[in-house]
């Protein structure tokens, strides 16, 4: 069983940053695609940033601000986030989609004052 493990989350100030990463307990089968989704009180689920296929892609929200990337083995992601917003403030979710299977991480919250 695949089982993802979240860090970095926190408290940050308007503008700062925060480094998000996500470990698997072991790599999943023919990955597809790494991801990082959030969702705020209130709100839906969205998509954030996305790596997979040689490409990346971006919530409009998030471009030019936050870079997704995987390390050599691709079984861990990561999610740089800087000139954070509050509008930013959200519970931030790794997935990872293997070949057969989508695995999800609990969760980490990102609280961005003003």
């Known amino acids: 069983q695949v089982q993802l493990v979240e860090s970095g989350g926190g408290w940050a100030q308007a503008g700062g940053s925060l480094r998000l990463s996500c470990a698997a307990s072991r790599s999943p089968f023919g990955i597809q695609a790494m991801a990082w989704y959030r969702q705020a009180p209130g709100k839906q689920r969205e998509l954030v940033a996305v790596i997979g296929g040689g490409t990346t892609n971006y919530a409009d929200s998030a471009k030019g601000r936050f870079t997704i990337s995987t390390d050599k083995d691709k079984n861990t992601v990561s999610l740089q986030m800087t000139s954070l917003t509050p509008e930013d403030t959200a519970v931030y979710y790794c997935?990872?989609?293997?070949?057969?299977?989508?695995?999800w991480g609990q969760g980490t919250q990102v609280t961005v004052s003003s």
């Open positions: 997935n990872i989609r293997g070949l057969y299977s989508e695995y």
